[in-house]
């Protein structure tokens, strides 16, 4: 069965700062997917990492996948309020298969 | 970019009726949709796995005959929720993809308040 790890799952930083969010997961997997999710909302698909090395950046949020490793990051720099959310990883075992979600990382940003 | 509509969004309801929340892919057909379940400050759990034209795919745990999952039209899957209790009161997310290699898009979310 995979598992999906997240840590931390509560962060409070201060604006301004860099930090990292780690997702750890227990099998091979084809594709590795960052969500955000905002309080009553749906999901917003942030990333979508395929393979071994991958790098994404959008603004201020960049995310690394290390298949070997099973882990993939998700780095916030110098960090402001909007990015207070709820951020989840997930993880699909194989091509269109489900997706097993982290238990979430709540994130908040203060002022 | 292809769109996921789930409709409704909110929804109140008194214990013993039945509730149904509907997904459409918009622009795209979906052979596949799959359903999840959040409660607060927890993590997204999926339910069911929707299958035009065939049976769902329920996971372990779910009661296939309290969540009737009905996926009739490749656009169309429904997640009725049989004589509701306020334990099944949370937040229903539906999901799809155009085809097994692209990611999945969500809908918007339905919250089932069950009194």
């Known amino acids: 069965e995979l598992k999906v790890e997240q840590n931390p799952l509560f962060l409070s930083m201060q604006e301004g700062k860099n930090y990292t969010i780690y997702c750890n997961y227990s099998t091979t997997s084809d594709r590795l997917y960052w969500y955000r999710q905002d309080p009553g909302k749906s999901l917003e698909s942030l990333f979508v990492l395929l393979s071994n090395g991958a790098v994404k950046q959008e603004g201020r949020l960049m995310a690394s996948l290390d298949t070997k490793a099973r882990l993939s990051t998700l780095h916030i720099t110098a960090a402001v309020h909007d990015l207070s959310a709820t951020y989840f990883c997930a993880v699909e075992e194989t091509s269109g298969s489900r997706l097993t979600f982290g238990e979430g990382t709540q994130l908040t940003v203060n002022p | 970019g292809a769109v996921v509509s789930q409709h409704p969004s909110r929804v109140i309801c008194k214990s013993g009726t039945s509730v149904k929340i509907e997904c459409r892919s918009l622009?795209?057909?979906?052979?596949?949709m799959f359903w999840y379940r959040q409660f607060p400050k927890q993590s997204l759990m999926l339910m069911a796995t929707?299958?035009?034209?065939?049976?769902?795919?329920?996971e372990q745990g779910v009661e296939k005959d309290k969540f009737l999952i009905n996926h009739a039209s490749l656009t169309l899957s429904t997640l009725t929720v049989t004589s509701a209790h306020p334990e099944d009161s949370s937040f229903y997310i539906c999901?799809?993809?155009?085809?097994?290699?692209?990611?999945?898009?969500f809908g918007s979310g339905t919250q089932l308040s069950v009194l």
């Open positions: 999901s799809a993809r155009r085809t097994p290699t692209e990611k999945l898009f």
């Open positions: 929707s299958n035009e034209g065939s049976k769902a795919t329920y």
């Open positions: 622009d795209f057909q979906a052979t596949t």
